[in-house]
C-alpha cells in the first residue's frame, strides 16, 4: 500500500525568508502524481503544486517550487519570499498514475507553517 | 467559473440522528469525490463518482453512510444513526476527468455530534 509521511508537524519561517517542507512517499509504482495542498486556517484545501512522476524537470509555480528525487521518494515544497498568507497546513498528498477506478489521494499529516512578522 | 460547494457548512446533531450534506461540484466536472478528515489528520478517502457511477468505496465507508450522485451532477452523503465519532470535516472535490487531473476542493462540512 501506498503511504506519505511529512515527518515535521511544525514548521517556522521569517517573513521574506525560505522555508523547506519534507515529504516522502513509498509506493511500488513507477507512474504517478504528487502534489502539496494548502489548508489555511479557513480550512478549503487549495492546491499550490504538482508533479508527474514521468518529468525529471521540478514544477515550479511563483513562489512554490519542489524538490522531487524519485529513487529517494522524496517531494520536498521550498517556499521563497515567505509571506504571512503563507501561514497554512501544508498536506503532500499522492495519487496512482494508471488510476482506473482507483483515484484516491493517500494523504500525510501535514505540517503546520507559521510564518513570523 | 465557481469552485465547489457545499452545505451546510456547519451541522452540529445528536448522537442516534441522521445527516445529509450536500456537494455542488466545478461545473462540467465529471469526477466528484467525498473524504473525511478529523482534526490533527490528513484527509481519508471515503468514495470517488464518475459522472453518476459510484466507482470506488473506502472500507470507513461503513453501512450507515451512503453517497449519490444521481444525474452525474451534484451529489450527497447521508450518514445514519450518527455515533460521536462521525464527527469530523466532511470534504467534497471534483476533477474534470482526464487521466492526469487534479482534485479541487469545497470549503467542507464540519459535522459535530453530541
Known amino acids: 500500500a501506498q503511504t506519505v509521511t511529512q515527518s515535521q508537524p511544525e514548521m517556522s519561517v521569517q517573513e521574506a525568508e525560505t522555508v523547506t517542507l519534507s515529504c516522502t512517499y513509498d509506493?511500488?509504482?513507477?507512474?504517478?502524481?504528487l502534489f502539496w495542498y494548502k489548508q489555511p486556517p479557513s480550512r478549503q484545501m487549495i492546491l499550490v503544486i504538482r508533479q508527474e512522476a514521468y518529468k525529471q524537470q521540478n514544477a515550479t509555480e511563483n513562489r512554490f517550487s519542489v524538490n522531487f528525487q524519485k529513487a529517494a521518494k522524496s517531494f520536498s515544497l521550498k517556499i521563497s519570499d515567505s509571506q504571512l498568507g503563507d501561514a497554512a497546513m501544508y498536506f503532500c498528498a499522492y495519487r496512482r498514475g494508471d488510476a482506473g477506478n482507483n483515484r484516491k489521494l493517500i494523504w500525510g499529516l501535514g505540517t503546520s507553517l507559521a510564518v513570523n512578522p | 467559473d465557481t469552485g465547489v460547494s457545499q452545505n451546510p457548512r456547519h451541522k452540529i446533531t445528536k448522537r442516534g440522528q441522521n445527516v445529509t450534506f450536500r456537494c455542488d461540484p466545478i461545473?462540467?466536472?465529471?469526477?466528484l469525490y467525498w473524504y473525511r478528515q478529523t482534526l490533527g489528520q490528513g484527509p481519508e478517502f471515503l468514495t470517488y463518482?464518475?459522472?453518476?457511477?459510484?466507482?470506488?468505496k473506502s472500507r470507513l465507508l461503513s453501512d450507515r453512510f451512503s453517497a449519490e450522485r444521481p444525474k452525474g451532477s451534484f451529489s450527497t452523503l447521508e450518514i445514519q444513526r450518527t455515533e460521536q465519532g462521525d464527527s469530523a470535516m466532511y470534504l467534497c472535490a471534483s476533477s474534470p476527468g482526464h487521466s492526469a487531473d487534479t482534485q479541487y476542493f469545497g470549503p467542507g462540512t464540519r459535522l459535530t455530534v453530541l
Open positions: 509506493t511500488s509504482e513507477s507512474d504517478y502524481y
Open positions: 461545473s462540467e466536472h465529471n469526477r
Open positions: 463518482f464518475q459522472n453518476e457511477a459510484q466507482l470506488e
